[in-house]
């Protein structure tokens, strides 16, 4: 029942029988793991870098389309006093990243990018394919600008945010009901998934605690589905030598139990488990410890090189851990070192920096997945692919496109979804708008106030900040994936890229 028709219907309830109440019934009759279809599992399992701008970042980066009409209309004019110079209006002619003088003709390039801001990399991305640039990811369902609703949303994928699971732990949900199809998937070292509750790492987060593994109340994840923290240096999560006793002592202590328990080990078989998995998982940990430095297979040794930030050394960690370890299937990271996004003063100082630094990141890390096909893994086999790898970067919402009196923007609805790679995991019609800008936007607002902002245009897609869940699961083989994104306050859930893009 599409959502209008049902708040019809709820409109003439006789009096005690609510519309919330029927909602909530509605929706409990329709448990989303077991009516997800899954009809077959993709043809290489995706790993998906999900990296989350906390505090939502300004659209104009990615966005300068109507920045001469904004300018006229914003309550201070972008150029006065050299906020962001004479040029920021005009069009650029030099896209070359390695000209000091870059800026001096103009700062909006041929995609209407802003140049300092990141955009020559972007540029350069656009044109290799490995990026889309999505200008119309636009909260309307729910419009809330609060950080602490947007964020939840985004990272739980649902409207309704309370008690409900994130991402990552709706992903391994799904992948549990639906094992059986994966079991003959074939990850990117041509290695078939066998059972789901043995991958090793599959769920990581290099951004401490999260709310896309947010668990589910009415569902057990196994240990081994639940997000684990890792961090930039791939120090290992499964030492005991953090303990405050040695290493030595702990193990002499582990291998003294282990003896005991060794006369009977059948009735032990979940300690002889956690035994087992921990000393293999610490071996997997030093060996990827040892990618990060400049060894056969790491991205010095490929000549890539990352900024060496701290956003720029997590990127690479994440990366790493996907190339090197086909059984990863998703990770959250933020943007450690670069600041947060919620540019309401001194954006003309902090803003481009930040943006350029992100990107220039995501070009090396770009770079670094199109140069590993054939790399050895952790496991020993050798990877077969590397393009079903996919980058997603977004944040809590837009900002205000007119600039404030204190130098930055206030929060918004409309934003950009900056996505990249990933073609081989990817529906067929959004696979084939890589290296392509998606959506058209123009501004609104009453003159002159601090009220300026983008809105799509009317002929123009658009999706919600949720599409990026239903998107994720749909890579996965979810045929119906809004069903995963549906709750009492939109029971349709949110649709994907692909399921809005035209048919091919």
Known sequence: MKRRDFLKMASALPVGLSMAGLAQKAYAASPAYSNV?????????????????????????????????????????????????ST???????????????FQDGQITANNLWKEAGGTHMEDMLSAGDMTLYRTLNKEVSPTRSHRESIFMSHKGTIDIENSPGIGSRLALMLLQHKSSYTTALLSNGQAVGDIE??????????????????????TIPLQLRGLTMDSSFNNPYTRGSTGSSEADIEAMVTARKSLLESDRSKFSGAWDGFDKREELESKMTDL?????????????????????????????AV????????????????????????????????ANRMNGLMEAIKSAMAHINASNGVTTIGGQTRT??????????????????????????????????????????????AAVMGQVIGTTHREGRTK???????????????????????????????NSPILTADPLNLDGFETFADKLPSI
Do not use: C
């Open 198 to 219: 043995q991958l090793t790492l599959p769920f990581v987060s290099f951004e401490g605690d999260t709310q896309t593994y947010a668990l589910d109340p009415e569902n």
């Open 88 to 102: 920021f209006l005009q069009a650029a002619t030099d896209n070359d990243p390695n000209n000091r003088n870059r």
């Open 289 to 317: 410890d040892a990618l990060l430095d400049d060894t056969t297979g790491s991205a010095a040794s490929l000549g890539i090189t990352y900024p060496d930030s701290s956003f720029g050394r997590q990127l690479e960690a």
């Open 385 to 430: 692919r590397t393009d079903n790898i996919v980058i997603n970067v977004f944040g809590d919402f837009g900002r205000l496109v007119n600039l404030n009196g204190s130098g930055g923007w206030d929060h918004a609805n409309n934003q950009n979804l900056y996505t990249f790679g990933g073609a081989g995991v990817r529906p067929a019609n959004e």
């Open 37 to 85: 279809t899954v009809p077959a599992a993709p043809a290489v399992m995706p790993q998906v870098i999900n990296i989350f701008m906390y505090g939502g970042a300004s659209e104009l980066a990615g966005n300068l389309s109507n920045i001469v009409d904004i300018n006229m209309n914003s309550v201070n004019d972008y150029t006065a006093d050299n906020a962001f110079r």
């Open 449 to 479: 106030t601090n009220n300026q902002y983008t809105v799509p245009d009317s002929d123009s897609l658009k999706w919600e900040p949720m599409a990026v869940a239903s998107s994720i699961y749909q890579y996965f083989g979810a045929t």
């Open 320 to 351: 790493t851990l996907a190339i090197h370890n086909p059984e990863t299937l998703y990770m959250a990271v933020g943007t450690p070192g670069l600041g947060g996004w919620d540019d309401h003063n001194n954006g003309i100082d902090r803003y």
